[in-house]
Protein backbone atom coordinates (compact mmCIF):
# COMPACT_ATOMS: atom_id res chain seq x y z
CA UNK A 1 0.00 0.00 0.00
CA UNK A 2 2.53 2.56 1.19
CA UNK A 3 4.47 1.45 -2.43
CA UNK A 4 1.41 2.17 -4.56
CA UNK A 5 1.35 5.62 -2.38
CA UNK A 6 4.82 6.67 -3.05
CA UNK A 7 4.73 6.15 -6.98
CA UNK A 8 1.15 7.52 -7.35
CA UNK A 9 2.41 10.63 -5.71
CA UNK A 10 6.12 10.70 -7.86
CA UNK A 11 3.75 10.33 -10.98
CA UNK A 12 1.50 13.60 -9.55
CA UNK A 13 4.80 15.58 -8.79
CA UNK A 14 6.04 14.81 -12.27
CA UNK A 15 2.76 15.88 -13.45
CA UNK A 16 2.95 19.21 -12.13
CA UNK A 17 6.55 19.76 -12.67
CA UNK A 18 6.04 19.35 -16.39
CA UNK A 19 3.01 21.69 -16.44
CA UNK A 20 4.27 23.89 -14.09
CA UNK A 21 7.33 24.62 -16.10
CA UNK A 22 6.01 24.51 -19.32
CA UNK A 23 3.11 27.20 -18.45
CA UNK A 24 6.22 29.40 -17.04
CA UNK A 25 7.96 29.64 -20.10
CA UNK A 26 5.22 30.58 -22.35
CA UNK A 27 4.09 32.48 -20.00
CA UNK A 28 7.65 34.46 -19.83
CA UNK A 29 7.60 34.86 -23.31
CA UNK A 30 3.87 36.05 -23.76
CA UNK A 31 5.08 38.72 -20.83
CA UNK A 32 8.23 39.75 -22.13
CA UNK A 33 6.09 40.94 -25.29
CA UNK A 34 2.91 42.47 -23.41
CA UNK A 35 5.45 44.46 -21.55
CA UNK A 36 7.15 45.86 -24.75
CA UNK A 37 4.02 46.96 -26.17
CA UNK A 38 2.81 48.53 -23.00
CA UNK A 39 5.79 50.37 -21.96
CA UNK A 40 6.18 51.58 -25.70
CA UNK A 41 2.50 52.12 -26.95
CA UNK A 42 0.25 52.71 -24.26
CA UNK A 43 -1.17 49.92 -22.06
CA UNK A 44 -4.90 50.42 -23.41
CA UNK A 45 -4.21 48.48 -26.38
CA UNK A 46 -1.24 46.04 -24.85
CA UNK A 47 -4.27 45.36 -21.96
CA UNK A 48 -7.29 44.90 -24.98
CA UNK A 49 -4.83 42.32 -26.96
CA UNK A 50 -4.28 40.65 -24.02
CA UNK A 51 -8.14 40.36 -23.31
CA UNK A 52 -9.01 39.62 -26.64
CA UNK A 53 -6.63 36.53 -26.74
CA UNK A 54 -7.24 34.87 -23.51
CA UNK A 55 -10.82 35.13 -24.28
CA UNK A 56 -10.66 33.27 -27.90
CA UNK A 57 -8.37 30.57 -26.15
CA UNK A 58 -11.38 30.30 -23.18
CA UNK A 59 -14.14 29.93 -26.15
CA UNK A 60 -11.59 26.97 -28.23
CA UNK A 61 -11.53 25.14 -24.81
CA UNK A 62 -15.18 25.69 -24.19
CA UNK A 63 -15.72 24.15 -27.67
CA UNK A 64 -13.36 21.49 -27.86
CA UNK A 65 -12.23 20.47 -24.66
CA UNK A 66 -15.20 18.20 -23.70
CA UNK A 67 -15.13 16.58 -26.71
CA UNK A 68 -11.95 14.71 -25.58
CA UNK A 69 -14.45 12.79 -22.89
CA UNK A 70 -15.69 10.66 -25.96
CA UNK A 71 -13.09 9.80 -27.45
CA UNK A 72 -11.90 6.13 -26.80
CA UNK A 73 -9.42 5.94 -23.71
CA UNK A 74 -6.76 3.88 -26.24
CA UNK A 75 -7.28 6.26 -29.12
CA UNK A 76 -7.13 9.08 -26.56
CA UNK A 77 -3.92 7.68 -25.35
CA UNK A 78 -1.85 7.26 -28.69
CA UNK A 79 -3.14 10.58 -29.83
CA UNK A 80 -2.12 12.80 -26.73
CA UNK A 81 1.25 10.52 -26.31
CA UNK A 82 2.10 11.74 -30.07
CA UNK A 83 1.06 15.58 -29.31
CA UNK A 84 3.24 15.43 -26.15
CA UNK A 85 6.51 13.35 -28.22
CA UNK A 86 6.43 16.42 -30.54
CA UNK A 87 6.42 19.48 -28.05
CA UNK A 88 9.00 17.05 -25.77
CA UNK A 89 11.04 16.77 -28.57
CA UNK A 90 11.06 19.78 -29.94
CA UNK A 91 11.69 21.60 -26.47
CA UNK A 92 14.39 18.92 -26.08
CA UNK A 93 16.42 19.69 -29.88
CA UNK A 94 16.62 23.29 -29.18
CA UNK A 95 17.67 23.25 -25.53
CA UNK A 96 20.33 20.69 -26.59
CA UNK A 97 21.41 23.09 -29.09
CA UNK A 98 22.17 25.75 -26.81
CA UNK A 99 23.79 23.31 -24.17
CA UNK A 100 25.99 21.87 -26.81
CA UNK A 101 26.85 25.45 -28.10
CA UNK A 102 25.69 24.76 -31.81
CA UNK A 103 22.57 27.51 -30.66
CA UNK A 104 22.56 30.73 -28.98
CA UNK A 105 20.67 31.22 -26.05
CA UNK A 106 17.30 32.24 -26.23
CA UNK A 107 17.70 35.99 -24.97
CA UNK A 108 14.62 37.71 -23.44
CA UNK A 109 16.62 40.76 -23.43
CA UNK A 110 17.18 40.73 -26.85
CA UNK A 111 13.68 39.97 -27.86
CA UNK A 112 12.45 42.44 -25.74
CA UNK A 113 14.58 45.57 -27.26
CA UNK A 114 13.80 44.08 -31.18
CA UNK A 115 10.06 44.19 -30.30
CA UNK A 116 10.44 47.94 -29.12
CA UNK A 117 12.49 48.79 -31.65
CA UNK A 118 10.05 47.22 -34.18
CA UNK A 119 7.13 49.10 -32.53
CA UNK A 120 8.99 52.58 -32.38
CA UNK A 121 9.77 52.50 -35.59
CA UNK A 122 6.04 52.24 -36.49
CA UNK A 123 5.61 55.96 -35.63
CA UNK A 124 3.40 57.83 -34.12
CA UNK A 125 0.65 55.77 -31.93
CA UNK A 126 -3.09 56.90 -32.57
CA UNK A 127 -5.61 56.39 -29.50
CA UNK A 128 -6.82 52.93 -30.89
CA UNK A 129 -3.13 51.53 -31.65
CA UNK A 130 -3.76 48.59 -34.27
CA UNK A 131 -0.17 47.28 -34.24
CA UNK A 132 -0.10 47.28 -30.64
CA UNK A 133 -3.31 45.18 -30.33
CA UNK A 134 -2.44 42.59 -33.16
CA UNK A 135 0.99 41.95 -31.88
CA UNK A 136 0.09 41.26 -28.17
CA UNK A 137 -3.00 39.49 -29.70
CA UNK A 138 -0.46 37.30 -31.45
CA UNK A 139 1.62 36.70 -28.55
CA UNK A 140 -0.49 36.04 -25.91
CA UNK A 141 -2.78 33.43 -28.24
CA UNK A 142 0.05 31.70 -29.74
CA UNK A 143 1.80 31.25 -26.21
CA UNK A 144 -1.10 30.84 -24.36
CA UNK A 145 -2.32 27.62 -27.21
CA UNK A 146 0.63 25.77 -26.01
CA UNK A 147 -0.42 26.23 -22.82
CA UNK A 148 -3.48 24.92 -23.41
CA UNK A 149 -2.56 22.00 -25.24
CA UNK A 150 0.21 20.90 -22.57
CA UNK A 151 -2.54 21.29 -19.97
CA UNK A 152 -5.36 19.71 -21.58
CA UNK A 153 -2.81 17.09 -22.98
CA UNK A 154 -1.00 16.07 -19.72
CA UNK A 155 -3.92 16.43 -17.40
CA UNK A 156 -6.60 14.29 -19.77
CA UNK A 157 -4.24 11.52 -19.99
CA UNK A 158 -3.25 11.39 -16.33
CA UNK A 159 -7.07 11.55 -15.35
CA UNK A 160 -5.63 14.95 -13.81
CA UNK A 161 -7.07 17.84 -15.70
CA UNK A 162 -8.43 19.78 -12.76
CA UNK A 163 -4.82 19.19 -11.25
CA UNK A 164 -2.99 20.99 -14.10
CA UNK A 165 -5.02 23.28 -14.59
CA UNK A 166 -4.75 24.59 -11.11
CA UNK A 167 -1.44 24.32 -11.60
CA UNK A 168 -1.18 26.31 -14.76
CA UNK A 169 -3.34 28.95 -13.06
CA UNK A 170 -0.43 29.06 -9.92
CA UNK A 171 2.58 29.62 -12.95
CA UNK A 172 0.34 32.19 -15.02
CA UNK A 173 -0.30 34.40 -11.55
CA UNK A 174 3.34 33.60 -10.00
CA UNK A 175 4.83 34.95 -13.47
CA UNK A 176 2.05 38.04 -13.22
CA UNK A 177 3.28 39.01 -9.88
CA UNK A 178 6.86 38.52 -10.71
CA UNK A 179 6.60 40.59 -14.25
CA UNK A 180 4.69 43.26 -12.04
CA UNK A 181 7.08 43.60 -9.13
CA UNK A 182 10.01 44.17 -11.34
CA UNK A 183 8.36 45.35 -14.43
CA UNK A 184 10.10 43.84 -16.87
CA UNK A 185 10.44 40.57 -18.84
CA UNK A 186 12.49 38.23 -16.31
CA UNK A 187 15.68 37.83 -18.50
CA UNK A 188 16.73 36.15 -15.56
CA UNK A 189 14.91 33.19 -15.66
CA UNK A 190 17.22 30.17 -16.78
CA UNK A 191 14.82 29.33 -19.01
CA UNK A 192 16.85 26.91 -21.15
CA UNK A 193 17.47 24.45 -18.42
CA UNK A 194 13.55 25.28 -17.76
CA UNK A 195 13.32 23.78 -21.63
CA UNK A 196 15.33 20.81 -20.85
CA UNK A 197 13.41 19.49 -17.73
CA UNK A 198 10.47 20.21 -19.34
CA UNK A 199 11.49 18.65 -23.16
CA UNK A 200 12.35 15.40 -20.81
CA UNK A 201 9.15 15.11 -18.94
CA UNK A 202 7.12 15.54 -22.28
CA UNK A 203 9.23 13.11 -24.27
CA UNK A 204 8.82 11.07 -20.91
CA UNK A 205 4.70 11.45 -20.98
CA UNK A 206 4.39 11.46 -24.50
CA UNK A 207 6.56 7.77 -24.74
CA UNK A 208 4.41 6.26 -22.14
CA UNK A 209 1.38 7.22 -23.01
CA UNK A 210 1.88 6.10 -27.02
CA UNK A 211 2.85 2.66 -25.27
CA UNK A 212 -0.37 2.58 -23.51
CA UNK A 213 -2.44 3.33 -26.29
CA UNK A 214 -0.58 0.77 -28.12
CA UNK A 215 -1.01 -1.80 -25.33
CA UNK A 216 2.70 -1.82 -24.40
CA UNK A 217 2.89 -4.08 -21.41
CA UNK A 218 5.50 -2.28 -19.50
CA UNK A 219 7.92 -3.99 -17.62
CA UNK A 220 7.24 -3.98 -13.18
CA UNK A 221 3.46 -3.26 -14.08
CA UNK A 222 3.56 -0.11 -11.74
CA UNK A 223 3.16 3.32 -14.16
CA UNK A 224 4.51 5.98 -11.95
CA UNK A 225 7.34 3.54 -11.53
CA UNK A 226 7.77 3.41 -15.53
CA UNK A 227 7.23 7.29 -15.96
CA UNK A 228 10.36 7.80 -13.49
CA UNK A 229 12.76 5.29 -15.83
CA UNK A 230 11.76 6.76 -18.75
CA UNK A 231 12.45 10.54 -17.34
CA UNK A 232 15.88 8.99 -15.97
CA UNK A 233 16.71 7.27 -19.35
CA UNK A 234 16.05 10.62 -21.72
CA UNK A 235 17.73 12.50 -18.67
CA UNK A 236 20.97 10.41 -19.14
CA UNK A 237 20.79 10.41 -23.06
CA UNK A 238 20.30 14.50 -23.31
CA UNK A 239 23.17 14.40 -20.95
CA UNK A 240 24.77 11.90 -23.40
CA UNK A 241 24.20 13.89 -26.42
CA UNK A 242 25.06 17.17 -25.20
CA UNK A 243 28.24 15.59 -24.48
CA UNK A 244 29.20 14.14 -27.54
CA UNK A 245 28.32 17.18 -30.03
CA UNK A 246 30.69 19.44 -27.48
CA UNK A 247 33.24 17.17 -28.04
CA UNK A 248 33.38 16.45 -31.80
CA UNK A 249 31.76 19.97 -33.08
CA UNK A 250 33.90 23.44 -33.30
CA UNK A 251 30.20 24.90 -34.71
CA UNK A 252 30.11 28.76 -32.48
CA UNK A 253 26.91 29.35 -31.36
CA UNK A 254 24.96 31.64 -33.74
CA UNK A 255 24.29 35.34 -32.55
CA UNK A 256 20.68 34.97 -33.27
CA UNK A 257 18.35 32.91 -30.28
Not at 5 to 26: D, N, P, Q
Not at 35 to 64: D, M, N, Q
Not at 228 to 238: A, H, K, M, N, W
Request: glycine content about 10%; aromatic content about 6%; some cysteine.
Amino acid sequence: MLIVAATSASGLAVLVTAVFLACAVEMVEALTIVLAVGRTRGWRSAIEGTVAAVLLLAALVGIFGPALVRIPIDVLRLVVGGVLLIFGLQWLRKAILRSSGLKAFHDEDAIYEATVAELRAAGERPDRDRLAFVMVFKGVFLEGLEVVITVITLGTSAHRLGLASATAAVALILVGIVGAVVAKQLSAVPENAMKMTVGILLTAYGTFWAGEGLKVKWPGGASDVMLLVLVGFYTLLVWALISVIRATSPTKAEAHS
